[in-house]
């Protein structure tokens, strides 16, 4: 039998890796055995600069001090908690830290462990809502071609990345997807938001039209698609997405998994775009990726119309044994704690320009389709190799990991993210490693 410390750091087969090519990660793994502040080291003791904060998620970079020894202190003190009929009060002062910081009137919040239960508890929360109003009529969901809302039932339902839908039969019914917003003819090469395509938001009027108002309870968007490749929406389309769900009845829900905890040089998507949803969804940046840990804030109207009944009822069916964790609860308080110190929520901001600028100057570098930027996120999109999709920017991947830098990519598209403490100089070093990359690719 294997235990822990008898495992050969080279058996590598036990572990079924997540959304990985586990054959060829096998044949030539790639391993961090430690990580500080913008760097990651690797098992051959090289140092790669992290160009996509982990996974859109170390926020403020790697180690830091504050959200370490919070974690450590917790462990010791509470280390769990009941999360039904009981509390801790870390769970407490976290979600009034929360609606501290998100857009007005959204004032309530949900505990999950992940993104990917976030989004199933804003779906469950949406549904639940609509009933108790008296409107259960409205079961239908409504999401977005190219949008990634996590890898369960509900997300991949309202979700539109068919490697992810294909293999897991019928889903959810009565969900429907809007057009996605992706648009290179016209679009190619914009800086922050692209002109053309504010009107596919009134495909969602098609969609009512179809299937009448009173069917359905939600729409759930993410306010720029990350893990899809970084889509940016057109000027003004969100802002018509709520016209139109405010018109019709319809709870308007953002998955910021991506987006929240200052990518976009604020706080929230939601307040980049002016634009307030009925839910805001939220995970990784919470807690700087350290712990697992995600957050739903909802509307008073959405919570005060669950506060009914006998006062010893339980209101909302749902939760999670993790929900508010105490570990996880200081590990995102000491989270907001150095966000607010270092003022990261809003420094995507005051490095938007030399960021836009730094990826703007791949423009014309062989292959490049694309350059695309908002906040501190940015995307370069390449010609796939014909007959090979993928191929190039996994290539492209491979070659910046070897050459000392951290990237993401999707399909022919080669996402960045940083941490959001990146300093100028590192993001001229993350242009001129993929420059350099770019122009030796097949
Ligand atoms: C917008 C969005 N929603 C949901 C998720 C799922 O989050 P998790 O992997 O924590 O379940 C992600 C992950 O990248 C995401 O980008």
């Given at each position: ?7 050969a750091p080279?058996d ?25 502040d ?13 160009g996509?904060?982990?996974l ?18 917790q ?27 998100t ?14 239960e ?24 409504i999401?977005r071609?190219r949008?990634y809302?996590?890898v ?18 019928t ?14 003819a016209?679009?190619a ?7 053309y395509?504010?009107e596919?938001?009134?495909e ?31 000027m ?15 709870l ?12 976009l ?7 980049y775009f ?25 509307s ?14 339980i209101?909302f069916?749902?939760?999670?044994t993790?929900?508010?964790?105490p ?5 995102a ?12 929520l ?15 100057s791949m ?5 490049v389709i694309d350059?695309?930027?908002?906040g ?11 007959g090979?999709?993928?191929?190039r ?15 993401r990519?999707?399909g ?20 001129s490693?993929l420059s350099?990359?770019?122009k030796?690719l097949?």
């Open positions: 039998m294997s235990t822990s410390s008898n495992v080279n590598l087969s036990a572990f079924w890796m997540p959304f990985t090519a586990n054959r060829q990660f096998k044949k030539t793994p790639r391993m961090f055995v430690a990580a500080k913008m760097h990651y080291t690797t098992s051959d003791g090289r140092q790669v600069l992290d996509t904060a982990g859109w998620c170390c926020n403020a970079g790697h180690a830091r001090p504050k959200i370490v020894e919070a974690i450590a202190n462990a010791a003190e509470l280390d769990y908690a009941p999360a039904f009929q009981m509390g801790h009060p870390k769970a407490f002062e976290l979600a009034n830290r929360l609606v501290d910081i857009p007005a009137g959204l004032d309530h919040v949900l505990f999950t462990n992940s993104g990917s976030s989004v199933e508890t804003a779906l469950k929360l949406a549904l639940a809502y609509q009933k108790v109003k008296g409107e259960g009529s409205r079961t239908r969901l999401g071609e949008a809302h996590g369960n039932f509900g997300g991949i339902s309202v979700g539109g990345i068919v490697t992810n839908r294909k293999m897991f039969g889903l959810l019914a009565g969900v429907d997807h809007m057009p996605h917003t992706h648009n290179l016209k679009n090469f914009s800086k922050g938001p692209p002109e395509g504010t596919l938001a009134d969602l009027e098609r969609i009512v039209t179809l299937h009448d108002a009173s069917t359905i309870a939600a729409v759930i968007v993410e306010p720029v698609a990350g893990s899809t490749g970084v889509l940016i929406p057109p003004g389309y969100l802002k018509r997405l709520r016209e139109i769900t405010k018109k019709h009845g319809i308007l829900i953002f998955d910021e998994v991506i987006t929240g905890y200052g990518r040089g604020t706080p929230f998507g939601a307040d002016g634009v307030t949803p009925d839910m805001i969804v939220t995970a990784k940046g919470l807690t700087n990726g350290v712990i697992p840990m995600g957050a739903v804030m909802v008073a109207e959405i919570h005060d119309a669950f506060m009914q009944g006998p006062e010893h009822m209101e069916f749902h939760g999670y993790y929900s508010g964790n570990v996880a609860s200081a590990a308080l000491a989270t907001l704690d150095t966000y607010r110190e270092e003022g990261l809003t420094r995507g901001a005051e490095l938007a320009k030399t960021w836009e600028d730094a990826l703007h423009k014309g570098l062989p292959h350059v695309r930027n908002i501190l996120v940015g995307a370069i999109e390449l010609e796939p190799i014909p090979s999709p993928t191929k920017a996994f290539s492209a991947f491979l070659k910046a990991y070897e050459a000392g830098l951290l990237v990519t999707t022919d598209i080669i996402a960045l993210s940083p941490p959001l403490i990146i300093s100028e100089s590192q993001i001229g070093e993350i242009v490693i350099g990359i770019l030796t097949e």
